[in-house]
């Protein structure tokens, strides 16, 4: 089995920062891409940011200039650091990766976590 484990969620202002860090645990290889989804109340889930192994990263186009994606592959770890946060940021964000086992890659995510932008 494979969790993902995220922290770092909770209430900001706008204008505010907030770190999302997610980490990957159980029986596998490798963990090949990582990335950030976010769902808010009545929208589809939608792509915040990604990262492969390799450093290679891509970013939704509302998130771009504020927001980076980060990972330390030796902790199976990826992180976003979210600034300048917006209203229309606040969503439940979702942590996702492909992972190898030995069956395969699985696609997995995490439990997500709350990220709400208010005054």
């Known amino acids: 089995q494979v969790q993902l484990v995220e922290s770092g969620g909770g209430l900001v202002q706008p204008g505010g920062s907030l770190r999302l860090s997610c980490a990957a645990s159980?029986?596998?290889?490798?963990?090949?891409?990582m990335g950030w989804y976010r769902q808010a109340p009545g929208n589809q889930r939608e792509l915040v940011a990604t990262?492969?192994?390799?450093?290679?990263?891509n970013y939704a186009d509302s998130v771009k200039g504020r927001f980076t994606i980060s990972r330390d592959n030796a902790r199976n770890t990826v992180y976003l650091q979210m600034n300048s946060l917006k209203p229309d940021d606040t969503a439940v964000y979702y942590c996702?990766?492909?992972?190898?086992?030995?069956?395969?890659?699985?696609?997995?995510w995490g439990q997500g976590t709350q990220v709400t932008v208010s005054s």
């Open positions: 159980g029986s596998f290889f490798r963990v090949l891409t």
């Open positions: 996702n990766a492909d992972v190898q086992n030995q069956l395969g890659i699985k696609n997995v």
């Open positions: 990262m492969s192994s390799l450093g290679r990263t």
